[in-house]
């Protein structure tokens, strides 16, 4: 069973960046598409970005869009999502999440309920 993995947060500076990484080990990530998530403390899930397999299109939450920007490597193993000008209410954990084996495509509706989700990885942006 795929498993996914996150990494990369940690504790930034407003105005600061960090970039996120998603893998799932043993398995290629090439073929699907994958979201990415996030839940504040007391605050709903909130989906954030999708990156599509087919064509690599790319969607984003208004709340991100022009700041934050989801890509996958050359090897097709890993999904990133590059997070620049990082505000407080960016605090938050990161998921990614993906219905492997079956979707391609971004879902329409960023907070679509995959079937895979990673464990999550902390950001806090304070100073």
């Known amino acids: 069973q795929v498993q996914l993995v996150e990494s990369g947060g940690g504790l930034v500076q407003p105005g600061g960046s960090l970039t996120l990484s998603c893998a799932a080990p043993?398995?290629?990530?090439?073929?699907?598409?994958i979201g990415w998530f996030r839940q504040a403390p007391g605050k709903e899930r909130e989906g954030v970005s999708c990156?599509?397999?087919?064509?690599?299109?790319?969607y984003y939450a208004d709340s991100v869009k022009g700041r934050f920007t989801i890509s996958r490597d050359n090897a097709k193993t890993t999904v990133y999502l590059q997070m620049n000008s990082l505000q407080p209410e960016d605090t938050a954990v990161y998921y990614c999440?993906?219905?492997?084996?079956?979707?391609?495509?971004?879902?329409?509706?960023?907070?679509?309920?995959?079937?895979?989700w990673g464990q999550g990885t902390q950001v806090t942006v304070s100073s």
């Open positions: 043993g398995f290629t990530l090439d073929y699907y598409a």
């Open positions: 990156i599509s397999s087919s064509d690599g299109s790319t």
């Open positions: 999440a993906t219905d492997y084996g079956t979707r391609s495509n971004c879902p329409e509706g960023l907070g679509y309920e995959y079937d895979y």
